[in-house]
């Protein structure tokens, strides 16, 4: 017979449920990030450049392609090519984040904020077609293409894992 455990659902048997809650991370990085597109959709004129920093611009663009406006001139398709592997590296994160042992915190972290931002996006995509970009970073002639809090969450993630995997490198065979 199984002994009941008196900590209910965040007890070490049940650590895969538990780690669902690092979703509120996700919530609130879409949260932030659909609220700061609006701001910039309601604010400001499409690209039209806002000094804030002598290096930073808020400027509002669409982004139909990915990264650095990557296959934003492929003609349509790539919106749900797009929408799909949004939806699809979403759902493989989630799994991985269930199956983390409860003290792998900066890889719980990381996934939960890659997932946030590939929601955020993923719902531009969806509503409008496009991803809201508003962040313009520059120095004199060169300039960063424009991004926006769901990017910035998905590369911080990418970063905590980079760290997390020369913080604990996997054991090497003998």
């Given amino acids: 017979m199984r002994k009941q ?14 780690n669902l809650t690092w979703l509120l991370l996700s919530i609130l990085v879409i949260a932030v990030d659909q609220y700061t597109k609006w701001l910039a959709v309601t604010n400001l004129n ?6 804030v920093l002598p290096f930073l611009n808020w400027t509002l663009l669409h982004n139909t392609g990915a990264a650095f ?7 349509g398709w ?4 797009f929408i799909a592997l949004a939806a699809g590296f979403s759902v493989v994160l989630s799994v991985w ?6 003290s792998q915190h900066l890889v719980a972290t990381a996934l939960a904020l890659i997932i946030g931002g590939a929601i955020g996006n993923l719902y531009d995509r969806l509503i409008y ?27 911080l993630g990418a970063i905590l894992l980079i760290i997390d995997s020369f913080k604990n490198p996997a054991e090497k065979p003998s």
């Fill in 129 to 155: 077609g496009y991803v809201i970009d508003f962040v313009h970073l520059f120095y004199q002639n060169w300039n960063y293409p424009a991004f926006n809090i769901a990017d910035s969450a998905i590369v």
């Fill in 69 to 75: 406006s990557f296959l934003s001139e492929a003609g």
């Fill in 46 to 51: 499409y690209a039209q450049p806002v000094p």
């Fill in 97 to 102: 984040l269930t199956r983390l042992k409860p």
């Fill in 78 to 81: 790539q919106k749900y090519f």
């Fill in 5 to 18: 455990s008196t900590q209910g659902i965040f007890s070490p048997e049940n650590y895969r449920f538990a």
